[in-house]
T-cell receptor, first 116, second 112 residues
Framework: EADIYQTPRYLVIGTGKKITLECSQT?????MYWYQQDPGMELHLIHY???????EKGDLSSESTVSRIRTEHFPLTLESARPSHTSQYLC???????????????FGSGTQLSVL | GENVEQHPSTLSVQEGDSAVIKCTYSDSASNYFPWYKQELGKGPQLIID?????GEKKDQRIAVTLNKTAKHFSLHITETQPEDSAVYFC???????????FGTGTSLTVIP
C-alpha cells in the first residue's frame, strides 16, 4: 500500500472560490505529479515537480498552480474556481533515483472537485 | 512525444473467462511499461510492469507481453473474477524518473 494521501476526498464549492487540494507522501520521493482525470477516464498530466523548489507544467494546460516547499508536500491551488474545473484530481509520486524498481508511480485516492 | 493507444475502451467477460487489453506506443525509446488498475473511487494502483529487456512477465492470474518490434504490449487476465472489474490503464516511459504516458483506459466488467 502506497503512503500518499490526498485531502479532501470530495469538495463542492461555488464559482470564484479559492481552493487548495492537499497531497502528502511519506516515502521520501523526489518526483511528484498532479493528474486531472476526465469523466471519460483519461489521465492528463497538469503539473510535476523534480524536488523541492522545482515545479513544471504538464501536457494539459491548467489554470491551477502548485508549490513544492517540502519534499513530502505538493499542494495544488485554484485561485478562482469555475465549473470547467470540475474533475477528479490525482496526485502521484515516484523516486527517480536508485534501482530500476524506483520508476514506479504511486497514486493517492484522488479529490473529486465539483464547482457549482 | 510518446503516444500510447489502448483498446478496447470497454470489455465485458463472463466470470472464469480470459480478458485481454492491448496497447501500442510510438516512441521506440520507451523501455518501461506498467499497468494500473483503478477501482471505483480510488486512485490507480500498479498491478504489473515489464521492461524492454523482457518479452513476458507473469504474476498469478495476470501476465503482460511485450513486442518491441511491433511496439505493442498486452495485459492478460485469466480466470477472471468479479473483483477484477475496474478500469485498467497501460503506460509507457523511457527513462528512470521521466514522464509517464498513459493510455485512455479500459473499463472491464466481469459478469458473475
Amino acid at each position: 500500500e502506497a503512503d500518499i494521501y490526498q485531502t479532501p476526498r470530495y469538495l463542492v464549492i461555488g464559482t470564484g472560490k479559492k481552493i487548495t487540494l492537499e497531497c502528502s507522501q511519506t516515502m521520501g520521493h523526489d518526483k511528484m505529479y498532479w493528474y486531472q482525470q476526465d469523466p471519460g477516464m483519461e489521465l492528463h498530466l497538469i503539473h510535476y515537480s523534480y524536488g523541492v523548489n522545482s515545479t513544471e507544467k504538464g501536457d494539459l494546460s491548467s489554470e491551477s498552480t502548485v508549490s513544492r516547499i517540502r519534499t513530502e508536500h505538493f499542494p495544488l491551488t485554484l485561485e478562482s474556481a469555475r465549473p470547467s474545473h470540475t474533475s477528479q484530481y490525482l496526485c502521484a509520486s515516484s523516486d527517480p533515483h536508485g534501482t530500476e524498481t524506483n520508476e514506479k508511480l504511486f497514486f493517492g485516492s484522488g479529490t473529486q472537485l465539483s464547482v457549482l | 512525444g510518446e503516444n500510447v493507444e489502448q483498446h478496447p475502451s470497454t470489455l465485458s467477460v463472463q466470470e472464469g473467462d480470459s480478458a485481454v487489453i492491448k496497447c501500442t506506443y510510438s516512441d521506440s525509446a520507451s523501455n518501461y511499461f506498467p499497468w494500473y488498475k483503478q477501482e471505483l473511487g480510488k486512485g490507480p494502483q500498479l498491478i504489473i510492469d515489464i521492461r524492454s529487456n523482457v518479452g513476458e512477465k507473469k504474476d498469478q492470474r495476470i501476465a503482460v507481453t511485450l513486442n518491441k518490434t511491433a511496439k505493442h504490449f498486452s495485459l492478460h487476465i485469466t480466470e477472471t473474477q468479479p473483483e477484477d472489474s475496474a478500469v485498467y490503464f497501460c503506460a509507457a516511459s523511457w527513462n528512470t524518473g521521466n514522464q509517464f504516458y498513459f493510455g485512455t483506459g479500459t473499463s472491464l466488467t466481469v459478469i458473475p
